[in-house]
């Protein structure tokens, strides 16, 4: 799949580091390093726009080993880019840990998915179908 990606970033396009990586890593474009202090957040410009096509999201997606070595994670994860946005793709990053985290230009921050989706048309019923678990919910199945 070809997307266009207009890159006003000082950094090279979004790859996947392996054959079979799902995510591409995107990168901050900023111009000073920014100090993201325990539990504050921030929204990183990537300097990255991109044109999808219709039935496509870009999945962003924290970075695991941000979110376990530093605490840093995104607020609205998995954050979605539409096919129809064409504004410049920005994270929102969340610092989860006790101890200030430094954002430097060119560092990788999140990762991003494109992905298919499927638009829902609504099939409004009286009743639902019933199945084995009903309405349970959080924590039905239990906690083992």
């Known amino acids: 799949m070809k997307i266009k990606i207009v890159n006003n970033s000082k950094h090279p396009l979004p790859s996947y580091e392996t054959l079979t990586s799902a995510g591409m890593d995107l990168r901050a474009n900023i111009d000073d390093p920014v100090v993201l ?23 962003i997606r924290p970075r695991s080993g941000l979110a376990y070595k530093k605490g840093i994670s995104i607020l609205n994860t998995p954050g979605t880019i539409d096919a129809d946005y064409r504004g410049e793709i920005k994270v929102i990053l969340i610092n989860l840990s006790k101890e200030d985290f430094i954002i430097k230009d060119g560092e990788r ?20 179908i019933e199945t084995e678990r009903g309405s349970g919910g959080f924590g039905h199945t239990g906690t083992n």
Not at 37 to 57: C, M, N, Q, W
Not at 109 to 128: D, G, N, P, R, T
């Open 37 to 59: 202090k325990s539990l504050d957040r921030t929204l990183v410009p990537t300097g990255l726009f991109i044109e999808l096509p219709a039935g496509y999201e870009a999945q």
């Open 109 to 128: 921050i999140a990762q991003m998915i494109i992905s298919a989706h499927e638009k829902a048309e609504w099939l409004q019923v009286e009743e639902l």
